[in-house]
C-alpha cells in the first residue's frame, strides 16, 4: 500500500492512538459513556482518515481542495479574526488585573 496524502495519514494514525490510549486508561480507571463516545469517534476518525491518505482518488481531492483560493482565503480571514479576538482578550485581562 502507498500513502499518497502524508499529512492526512499521519493524523489518521494519531487519532487513533488516542483512541487506543483512551480506551486504555478507560479500562483502567472505570468506564463510562462520554469515555467510550470518545473512543469510538476516536477511532472513526483515525480510520477515516488512514482510508483518505491511502486513497489515490481522495488524496488527490484533498489537495485540490487544500490549494482552492476561495479555501485560502476563508482560512486566513478566520486566522485573522481569532488573532484579534486574543488580542482583545488579552487587553482586557491585561486592563482588569492592572485594576
Given at each position: ?11 489518521g ?19 463510562d ?5 470518545l ?61
Open positions: 500500500m502507498k500513502i499518497y496524502n502524508k499529512k492526512t495519514f499521519a493524523f494514525v494519531f487519532s487513533a492512538a488516542l483512541g487506543v490510549l483512551n480506551a486504555v486508561t478507560a479500562a483502567l480507571r472505570g468506564i459513556a462520554a469515555g467510550v463516545v473512543v469510538a469517534v476516536l477511532l472513526f476518525v483515525g480510520a477515516g482518515a488512514m482510508m483518505r491518505g491511502l486513497s489515490q482518488k481522495m488524496a488527490r481531492e484533498d489537495k485540490l481542495e487544500e490549494r482552492d483560493e476561495r479555501n485560502r482565503l476563508v482560512e486566513l480571514k478566520s486566522k485573522s479574526a481569532a488573532f484579534r479576538l486574543t488580542q482583545a482578550v488579552c487587553f482586557g485581562l491585561m486592563l482588569a488585573l492592572l485594576v
